[in-house]
């Protein structure tokens, strides 16, 4: 399957880069949402630097990126943030809204813009995560964060049922936010033992790179479209 146009959120580095990349080759239009701008050059990307966890200013980004686009075929709600590893008792509460506002808010008033400028969107993917059901120790707000953005795909598809929406966990991949969980002297992976399992997957097929996960979930986009809209789907048991 095709995609004529795309957005890409958090597209200045990681998966967010790897999709940029990926749909690029297959010949897609490409309109990209970054804190620090895509890197890339290309006729086909057209690139717009928004800091997502300024609420008030994503309106006005989405409104000049897309002011001339009418529809989209494919949305990817992919820029986030991890915050520290640690215990949930230790982590303030500013810390946690801080994740809630990128993680969760800035999609919601992202879905919210697309409404407003009357773009409808066929298929809409959240970038989600296995955190968001597993409960490991130490991944507090970023588990927290990514539960309710389960819920807030579930609810919003409700309110966009022309739209197929996906909350998606993409399984392990080696960005640079792997950089500060495999590095033992940093985190405690002995406290934290979800770690460990990370560590060992580093530089194994079980951890691809950025480029090799995005093609992964862009060839499965069109499988995701069977499943009800508003489900969370993890990439690795639904291409197992």
Same mark, same amino acid.
């Given at each position: 399957?095709?995609?004529?146009?795309?957005?890409?959120?958090?597209?200045?580095?990681?998966?967010?880069?790897?999709?940029?990349? $990926?749909?690029?080759?297959?010949?897609?239009?490409?309109?990209?949402?970054?804190?620090?701008?895509? /890197?890339?050059?290309?006729?086909?990307?057209?690139?717009?630097?928004a800091d997502l966890s300024e609420l008030a200013? #994503? /309106?006005?980004? $989405?409104?000049?990126?897309?002011?001339?686009?009418?529809?989209?075929?494919?949305?990817?709600?992919?820029?986030? *943030? *991890?915050? &520290?590893?640690? &215990?949930?008792?230790?982590? /303030? $509460?500013?810390?946690?809204? @801080? *994740?809630?506002?990128?993680?969760?808010?800035?999609?919601? $008033?992202?879905?919210d813009a697309l409404i407003a400028c009357n773009i409808p969107c066929k298929q809409i993917v959240l970038i989600s995560s296995g955190a968001a059901v597993n409960g490991n120790r130490g991944w507090g707000g970023y588990s927290l964060s990514k539960a309710t953005l389960n819920m807030l795909t579930m609810l919003y598809a409700h309110e966009m049922p022309d739209s197929h929406f996906c909350a998606l966990a993409p399984g392990l991949v080696d960005t640079a936010m792997q @950089?500060?969980?495999? @590095? /033992?002297?940093? #985190? @405690?992976?002995?406290?934290?033992?979800?770690?460990?399992?990370?560590r060992a997957a580093r530089g194994t097929d079980a951890m691809p790179g950025p480029d090799d996960a995005a093609k992964t979930i862009i060839n499965s986009l069109p499988l995701l479209q069977r499943e009800n809209s508003g489900s969370f789907i993890d990439i690795r048991t639904f291409t197992s």
């Open positions: 399957m095709t995609y004529a146009n795309a957005l890409v959120t958090g597209n200045s580095s990681g998966l967010g880069l790897g999709f940029t990349r $990926v749909l690029l080759e297959a010949g897609t239009e490409v309109y990209g949402l970054s804190r620090r701008g895509c /890197p890339l050059e290309h006729t086909r990307l057209h690139d717009q630097r200013a #994503i /309106p006005d980004a $989405v409104n000049t990126l897309l002011s001339e686009t009418t529809s989209l075929d494919l949305v990817l709600l992919n820029a986030g *943030l *991890l915050g &520290d590893i640690q &215990d949930l008792h230790t982590t /303030p $509460v500013s810390t946690l809204e @801080d *994740l809630m506002r990128v993680n969760v808010w800035a999609n919601k $008033v992202l879905l @950089d500060y969980l495999c @590095d /033992p002297s940093r #985190i @405690d992976a002995k406290t934290y033992t979800s770690l460990a399992r990370l």
